[in-house]
């Protein structure tokens, strides 16, 4: 599914995935094509971009959803496989049961015990502060409480590297702090963050690296005050300055 | 809440896992199985004799009751250890192909001809079959027929031929073919309007008859004669010989030929036993 | 001739006079027509699920073939299934023809197509849904139906009640391949042919009346639960 190099470095200061020359197309499009990027063990690294730009797109390669057209996703250092990563998208996907069996269904397809994912499973739900919702239907839940149960769900797996697609697009200023309180969280106790945004604010709460995509390329990447406030390629210009910037030919 | 859902769904499952564990259990008693037709079946002949032959003997008849080609067509196939139909000739051509081991005469009944009260082709009271016949063809009365390769579908056919007149040329006119049943066909014929040929029993015991009468009866030509042959266990060997003969024995007995003839209904005699004694 | 009042009104006289013998019928069809449902689900359930969540090569045929055969004529089930049972057929060693075991076969087959077809398709809408998520978890392929199939199970209630619909009412496969046979193979929907050919118009509708009710009891039962699920965002 996703091409994998395990090699056996284990630098810390090493990037825990590394793009090559990563493409893709389809129905004869170019949506992404030579990219080549780090993303640094540890640290939280924002993708960024107008809307088409490719973001999400590279999002579901780096975690391996898609195959690419060309080029590799590498990890190094990290085990390959599932237990690694994990992904909110913009939009929960919440399975038709209870918040509680939710967590738990994320523990069994990791392959834990029942004793092992009722005791994960409630310290997620304290986590995300459902524990006395862990009965209802998880779709009965708000837009917000929603997202945090899909946060909690892609943690409870302990994985190295969590992404998030916008998973505060469509929520209120409450909810979008409570999913950045358990991003950090999470980030502190050392887990490697890839989140897509559009929310500049969000940016300089979250960011540490910053990707910007422009057309399906990569236009500049950096730390994130360089890439927010003295932006290099006009597409990251045009952007910050709320301009549409059409040129593809850069 | 999830739990209670699964158990629930897991005890239907095993409920209907068991069901059909069970359904497969065949009742330990002996039993044979017997071919034969939809007019003995419905007159209620089979619920009147076959308790006493079980009584006598502990066995169970089974019967199947289709047209008489279909219950020749099954025992052919081996799926059954005794026939016992009406169409002689078919019977004898069985027999001598090596399905059967013998024929024997068990009974008659006779067919009439039923219509309705006001009599459009003027048929009523008649008792020479054939000249009915071709006055119905004469006044296109319409006519329904089984049309189902059965015994009365055959008898019908000879006295059709008998009477001279090429019923096919009018099938889809005046001539109706229902292929099906003798019940179904009556049904049928009776919401038409049809004249139609049937055995007395079935029409005896018919319930829904109308305004429907007696027509024509009476011609020897009517008489419908009932043979009973056990299946050759030589060509299909789980055939149950024995208990097959012992029904077929016990038709032909004298016991058995009295219950047959004291079936009655609405106080008549639908079946007149004439085995060879 | 006869009014269509009284003719009713004398069916439910007969249904009100029930007897053993009627009981032994209604339970017959039950147990016939509930383990047919209950085996074509087995085979129909997972067959559904394995089209509805995956690609692969004949996939396309395998829709075609499955929507085609959930119009199976009954009457050509039990034509099939006789050849098979019958004495001269390849499982005629197995003596199941005439007996209800031979029904349920019939009826199995009968309403597989109807439950994989239908299956398939809640299962189909269910993946869409949950395709990038199970991705992303990882979850095997084998697990992927399961969650599938446990999840749309409210969906696939309804699924099965189709299923037992058209069991429960048809004629045609068990007549033949069960022969009618008097207090062994003699179910509603037989009997009502029987009937209606002897002309007892009355009694053939008391037993219409009588399926009728057991279809509503059923499907009543189960859309209960399935609204009960509806509330709780489960279907």
Known sequence: ???????????????????????????????????????????????????????SLLLRLLHGLLPPSSGAVLWQGARPGRTAQAMVFQRPVMLRRSVLANLRFALRVQGLGWRARAARAQEALEMAHLTDKARQPARLLSGG????????????????????????????PASTQMIEDLVNAAHVRGVTVVMVTHDRGQARRMGDEVIFLHAGRVAETGPRDQVLDAPRSDAAKAWMAGRLYTRTDF | MRRRHMLSLSLSLALGTALALG?????????????????????????????????????EVRVVAVGTGQAIKNAENGDGDVLFVHAKAAEEKFVAEGHGVSRADVMYND???????????????????????????????????????????KAELRLWKAAGIDVQAASGGWYRETGSGMGATLNTGTGMGAYILTDR??????????DYQIAVEGDERLFNQYGIILVNPERHPHVKAEAGQAFIDWVLSGDGQAAIAGYLVDGQQLFFPNAEG | MFSFGDMMAEALGLILAWDRELSA?????????????????????????????????????????????MGLPPVVVGLFVYLMLSASGPLGVLQLLYTPT???????????????????QVVEDLHGEYAEQFASFGVS????????????????????????????????????????????????????ALETSKGNLQLALALGVILLGLAVVVNAGVMALRASAVRAAYA
Not at chain 3, 107 to 114: A, G, H, R, Y
Request: with cysteine; proline share 3%; aromatic share 4%.
């Open chain 2, 111 to 153: 067919f009439v001809i039923v219509g309705p009260a006001n009599d459009p082709a003027g048929v009523a009271g008649m008792n020479d079959v054939t000249a009915a016949l071709a006055k119905l063809a004469g006044a296109e009365a319409p006519f329904a027929s089984r049309g189902d390769d059965s015994g009365t579908h």
């Open chain 1, 145 to 172: 409480e929603q997202q945090r149960l899909a946060v909690a769900r892609a943690l409870v797996c302990d994985p190295e590297i969590l992404f998030l697609d916008e998973p505060t697009s469509s929520l209120d």
């Open chain 2, 23 to 59: 359904a497969g259990t065949a009742k330990a008693q002996e039993f044979i199985l017997v071919q034969s037709t939809t007019s003995t079946q419905n007159s209620g002949l089979f619920d009147h004799i076959l308790p006493l032959f079980q009584a006598e003997t502990g066995i």
């Open chain 3, 102 to 120: 031979a029904m349920i076969i019939a009826q199995t087959i009968l309403v597989t197509p109807i439950i994989a077809a239908l299956t398939k």
């Open chain 3, 141 to 192: 392929a084998r697990a992927r139906v399961v969650a599938l199939l446990w999840d749309a199970r409210y969906s696939l209630l309804t699924v099965a009640l189709a299923g037992f619909g058209r069991a429960v009412a048809e004629v045609g496969a068990v007549l033949i391949v069960g022969g009618n046979i008097n207090h062994v193979t003699r179910v509603m929907t037989t009997t009502i």
């Open chain 3, 25 to 69: 019928i209604v339970v017959l069809s039950l147990r016939v027509t509930l383990s047919a449902v209950a085996l074509a689900c087995l085979i129909g359930l997972p067959l559904g699920a394995l089209i509805g969540a995956f690609r692969f090569p004949g996939r396309g045929a395998a829709s075609v073939a499955l929507n085609a055969l």
């Open chain 2, 201 to 210: 029993a079935t029409w005896i015991a018919f319930g829904n008859k109308g």
């Open chain 1, 1 to 55: 599914m996703r091409d994998t190099v395990m090699e056996s470095a284990q630098d810390c200061a090493a990037p825990i995935l590394t793009a090559r020359d990563l493409g893709f197309a389809a129905s004869g499009q170019v949506l992404l094509q030579g990219v080549d990027l780090e993303i640094a063990r540890g640290r939280r690294t924002l993708v960024m971009g107008a809307n088409g730009a490719g973001k």
